[in-house]
T-cell receptor, first 115, second 112 residues
Framework: KNQVEQSPQSLIILEGKNCTLQ??????????LRWYKQDTGRGPVSLTI?????NTKSNGRYTATLDADTKQSSLHITASQLSDSASYIC??????????????FGDGTTLTVKP | KAGVTQTPRYLIKTRGQQVTLSCSPI?????VSWYQQTPGQGLQFLFE???????NKGNFPGRFSGRQFSNSRSEMNVSTLELGDSALYLC???????????FGQGTRLTVV
């Protein structure tokens, strides 16, 4: 069964600090991995998308890394701001085969940034 | 370019009623997916439509159904509502597949 596991489940950091969120997956074959940010009560917004050939991708203060061999990804947030408080969701899409086009969602990491 | 639009934003229904939610995808997007999100749970995939055909379906009872029109707009219907159906229902659209999915703001359904 395809799985996407995120850790930690929740995280509290002080404004200005850095943090790293983890995503481990078992989806195989693999097409792409996406990180979304979801503010409370709103729809998720895409942060990064990476295919198996990409190791890192940045979007402002957000940097995602991918190790397709170990099936691990991380999202690093630099110089956190209060507005970074949200749920961060990792989504993995299957590659060619029975899982083609199917997306598996992680349960998300809830980040709280405190002043 | 307008984003994904979901209507209504909020809805209150009583048990046993049925409800229809609407999703207008980004212009040119042909794939529309629906998700249920309840407090403490991640996004649960309901179904995906592409060119008016249901392409994938999640593990939800038959009370949950959907359809897509020729203009790619999609509707989701839940019949015989239960208290546990209270959730944020999200719709996402993409050009071809889920590689770049854009989400709407969601419809908050409360069943009382």
């Amino acid at each position: 069964k395809n799985q996407v596991e995120q850790s930690p489940q929740s995280l509290i950091i002080l404004e200005g600090k850095n943090c790293t969120l983890q995503c481990n997956y078992t989806v195989s074959p693999f097409s792409n991995l996406r990180w979304y940010k979801q503010d409370t009560g709103r729809g998720p917004v895409s942060l990064t998308i990476m295919t198996f050939s990409e190791n890192t991708k940045s979007n402002g203060r957000y940097t995602a890394t991918l190790d397709a061999d170990t099936k691990q990804s991380s999202l690093h947030i630099t110089a956190s701001q209060l507005s970074d408080s949200a749920s961060y969701i990792c989504v993995v899409s299957g590659g060619p085969g029975t899982n083609a086009g199917k997306s598996t969602f992680g349960d998300g990491t809830t980040l709280t940034v405190k002043p | 370019k307008a984003g994904v639009t979901q209507t209504p934003r909020y809805l209150i229904k009583t048990r046993g009623q049925q409800v229809t939610l609407s999703c207008s995808p980004i212009s040119g997007h042909r794939s529309v997916s629906w998700y249920q999100q309840t407090p403490g749970q991640g996004l649960q995939f309901l179904f995906e439509y592409f060119s008016e055909t249901q392409r994938n379906k999640g593990n939800f009872p038959g009370r949950f159904s959907g359809r897509q029109f020729s203009n790619s707009r999609s509707e989701m219907n839940v019949s015989t509502l239960e208290l546990g159906d209270s959730a944020l229902y999200l719709c996402a659209s993409s050009l071809v597949d889920l590689a770049e999915a854009f989400f709407g703001q969601g419809t908050r359904l409360t069943v009382v």
